[in-house]
């Protein structure tokens, strides 16, 4: 697989040094490179897999956002250059600018500025204690292109190695939407050596977070942001019958036997004693099922010809009331002529 891979990354970076026209290369920018990974199955859940690499993907023209949480008694402004200065005491490079949540909350309510605001960076980052309140205030666009904020544990030790896999890491979207996923694994500006090394590690990284390990990728593409996806791998028929055969042993031994039991619900139990014994008879004859509704009548329903207490209060009662006296209807008067 090595050596395909080699020579699809030198066809690549052939092609795009052959182009003449375009304005990626008339402004001296670098293209990515992206493999393009097709499973066997639609996923049920969707999943986020950061893939480290042994070369960083990042050009010197990348831009790079961090989400801080507010800091208490300080204002934006100060918020903001204590975790610059925080960064920079920790040696970390790479971060372009600092956004506080307030800041994200009060300067970026539109729809325009959100937009603006996902144009402008290649990569988002985040405060731990703050990731779970973006998403209802950076909409659904950051989501959609793949370019949700990334969690950072900023009271780490190790934050300049921690940041620094990150940033020069790559990231796999798996969605439940569709088969087809993405990583970036280099750019036109790296040597064809690295990018390979690259691609390598990302695709031991990603078949070993894939449920079914390997045997869920059908074919792995290298393609770049305008050019034809090159195969670089393609899955052989028997992966289908070893995923059918690994679903079915899943199902099988997570199914329970039988229906479930509601918690707390005691369990059905059989009385031995209670199954007559082939060739035996009872000796007691069994006495007609009567059900509970049946009993309360028979005890509360008095028998006729005897009178109850209650009943002779009601007789005399009624006896004693005055009768309504009948309201003759009135006689209608002529008019007078």
Not at 242 to 257: Q, R
Request: hydrophobic fraction near 35%.
């Amino acid at each position: 697989m090595a050596q395909r891979v080699k020579k699809a990354v030198q066809c690549l970076l052939a092609y795009l040094k052959s182009r003449t026209a375009g304005d990626l290369l008339l402004l001296n920018e670098c293209q990515r490179v992206s493999l393009l990974f097709t499973l066997w199955r639609i996923p049920k859940k969707e999943k986020t897999i950061r893939v480290p690499l042994p070369h960083g993907i990042r050009t010197e023209v990348s831009e790079v956002c961090l989400f801080t949480r507010d800091e208490p008694k300080m204002t934006t402004d100060q918020t903001e250059r204590f975790y610059k200065k925080l960064l920079t005491e920790r040696g970390v490079k790479g971060v372009t600018e600092v956004i506080p949540f307030k800041v994200l909350k009060t300067e970026y309510k539109s729809f325009e500025s959100k937009r603006r605001l996902l144009g402008n960076f290649d990569l988002f980052l985040s405060d731990a204690r703050v990731r779970r309140l973006l998403p209802s205030h950076l909409g659904k666009h950051f989501y959609q292109s793949k370019k949700a904020p990334l969690s950072v544990d900023l009271l780490s030790k190790q934050l300049a190695k921690s940041l620094e896999k990150i940033i020069q890491g790559s990231t796999l979207c798996i969605s439940k939407k569709g088969s087809c996923c993405m990583a970036h694994v280099g750019h036109s500006g790296m040597p064809a050596d690295h990018i390979v090394e690259n691609i390598i590690a990302t695709v031991n990284s990603v078949a070993e977070n894939l449920p079914q390990k390997g045997m869920s990728i059908k074919i792995i593409h290298l393609k770049s942001q305008s050019s034809a996806a090159l195969p670089v791998y393609t899955s052989d028929l028997s992966h289908v019958s070893l995923l059918k055969e690994a679903e079915e042993n899943t199902i099988s031994s997570g199914a329970p036997s039988g229906k479930k039991r509601k918690k707390g619900s005691p369990a059905k139990t059989t009385d031995i004693s209670a199954v007559p014994v082939s060739g035996e008879q009872s000796e007691e004859p069994e006495e007609p099922k009567v059900s509970g509704t049946q009993k309360v009548l028979k005890r509360k329903t008095p028998v006729k010809g005897k009178a109850t207490s209650a009943n002779v209060k009601l007789a005399r009662s009624a006896k004693k009331c005055p009768k309504t006296p009948v309201q003759k209807p009135r006689r209608k008067v002529p008019k007078s002529c």
